[in-house]
C-alpha cells in the first residue's frame, strides 16, 4: 500500500521561505514522476512542480524561478523548497505519485 505523508508547511510572511516534504512508504520514489499540486479556497487544484524518474523537473510559469523540486532517493523523500513566497501561493499543497495523494499541507503567505 503506497502512503505518501507530507511536513512542512505553515504561515510565512511575503518574501519568506518554506520547505515541504513528502515521505513516501511502499513505492520506490526514484522509479516514478512525483508531482506537487496547490489548491486555493475556491479554486481547482492545478499543478505546481513535477520531477521525473530521470529527474528532469517542471515547474508552473508563477513559481519558476522561486520554487525548487528535488528528491532524495535514500530517503525516499521528494521535497519543495519555496523561496520569494507571495500571497498568491497561498494554499493547500499536495504531493502525487499515480494515483497516490498526500494529506495535503497548509502554506499561508501573510504580513
Known amino acids: 500500500q503506497v502512503q505518501l505523508v507530507q511536513s512542512g508547511g505553515g504561515l510565512v510572511q511575503p518574501g519568506g521561505s518554506l520547505r515541504l516534504s513528502c515521505a513516501a512508504s511502499g513505492v520506490t520514489l526514484g522509479h516514478y514522476r512525483i508531482g506537487w499540486f496547490r489548491q486555493a479556497p475556491g479554486k481547482d487544484r492545478q499543478g505546481v512542480s513535477c520531477i521525473s524518474s530521470d529527474g528532469d523537473t517542471y515547474y508552473a510559469d508563477s513559481v519558476q524561478g522561486r520554487f525548487t523540486i528535488s528528491r532524495d532517493n535514500a530517503k525516499n523523500t521528494v521535497y519543495l523548497q519555496m523561496n520569494s513566497l507571495k500571497p498568491e501561493d497561498t494554499a493547500v499543497y499536495y504531493c502525487?505519485?499515480?494515483?497516490?495523494w498526500g494529506q495535503g499541507t497548509q502554506v499561508t503567505v501573510s504580513s
Open positions: 502525487y505519485v499515480f494515483p497516490t
